[in-house]
């Protein structure tokens, strides 16, 4: 987060293969996922960075990350 500009995270729910996940995505959509111990816990750490937090089944995911997967596909 502090070599990003404009990280938001995402909550992504529990399923029966992972543990809930939480996405940072920078203003560019780079991304990084990680586990966290509940939805709680991600929103925990959201507060404490002064993170804008967002719940996947709510909102979906945003344009910027699958623009950012679109490009790097293409460089590959």
């Given at each position: ?6 990280v938001?995270g995402?909550i992504?729910?529990?399923t029966?293969v992972?543990e ?12 990084t ?15 404490r960075?002064?993170?804008p937090?967002y719940?996947?089944?709510l ?10 997967n ?5 460089t590959?």
């Amino acid at each position: 987060m502090r070599s990003r500009r404009g990280v938001e995270g995402f909550i992504e729910p529990r399923t029966t293969v992972t543990e809930t996940t939480l996405l940072l995505i920078a203003h560019d959509g780079e991304w990084t996922r990680r586990r966290m111990e509940s939805p709680q816990a991600a929103r925990q750490f959201a507060h404490r960075l002064s993170m804008p937090i967002y719940d996947t089944a709510l909102v979906g995911y945003p344009q910027r990350m699958r623009d950012y997967n679109a490009r790097n596909k293409r460089t590959t």
